[in-house]
């Protein structure tokens, strides 16, 4: 089974710039959902769904955004990126209560 | 919306001894999930325990176990037999529709 896949692994962007996190699963999860993590921190929650055509918004969520038009996809859209969005970005699946199946993360400066 | 309180960013413990992380969280759901998830430097979030919100009795799983004290909002969890691979951040995450984690413990374990 692939679980969760998270492209890509890295990225540099500059300032202003535009892109797009890609997060596909394959465990017919419901719950999908979009973190980032700055330097010895805790996981911070961006965005997430609950359903195909549901998503909400998390504790971090300017500066980006989500679609879920398949139970497959939640690609995570940063619209003009800044410095201050220089993280490591992870997508997450799961049941509803079950445990979270994490992608290997991205890493993404910008500069 | 949900809240998560991790008091000690750092703790350490002598191999083979016991120790306790501690977590607090507020949530205004009345039925979740809680979690707790170890991160080592390859910055893979592996599930250490899971506990059910309506279960009265503690989860265990091995040499970890939690105690879970529901109308205190409390979570911590507990590692018996410290061992050398235990040492990693470990996240509290009680669990819902917008999962959250706590800011993380660092725990060192000296041989």
């Known amino acids: 089974n692939a679980g969760v896949t998270q492209t890509p692994k890295f990225q540099v962007l500059k300032t202003g710039q535009s892109m797009t996190l890609q997060c596909a699963q394959d465990m017919n999860h419901e719950y999908m959902s979009w973190y980032r993590q700055d330097p010895g921190m805790g996981l911070r929650l961006i965005h997430y769904s609950v359903g195909a055509g549901i998503t909400d918004q998390g504790e971090v969520p300017n500066g980006y955004n989500v679609s879920r038009s398949t139970t497959e996809d939640f690609p995570l859209r940063l619209l003009s990126a800044a410095p201050s969005q220089t993280s490591v970005y992870f997508c997450a699946s799961s049941r509803v209560g079950g445990k979270l199946f994490f992608g290997s993360g991205t890493q993404l400066s910008v500069l | 919306a949900q809240t998560v309180t991790q008091s000690q960013p750092e703790m350490s413990v002598q191999e083979a001894e016991t120790v306790t992380l501690s977590c607090t969280y507020d949530?205004?759901?009345?039925?979740?999930?809680l979690f707790w998830y170890k991160q080592p430097p390859s910055r893979q979030m592996i599930l250490v325990i899971r506990q059910e919100a309506y279960k009265q009795q503690n989860a265990t799983e091995n040499r970890f176990s939690v105690n879970f004290q529901k109308a205190a909002k409390s979570f911590s969890l507990k590692i018996s037999d410290s061992q050398l691979g235990d040492a990693a951040m470990y996240f509290c995450?009680?669990?819902?529709?917008?999962?959250?984690f706590g800011a993380g413990t660092r725990l060192t374990v000296k041989p």
């Open positions: 995450a009680p669990g819902g529709n917008d999962m959250r």
């Open positions: 949530t205004s759901e009345s039925d979740y999930y």
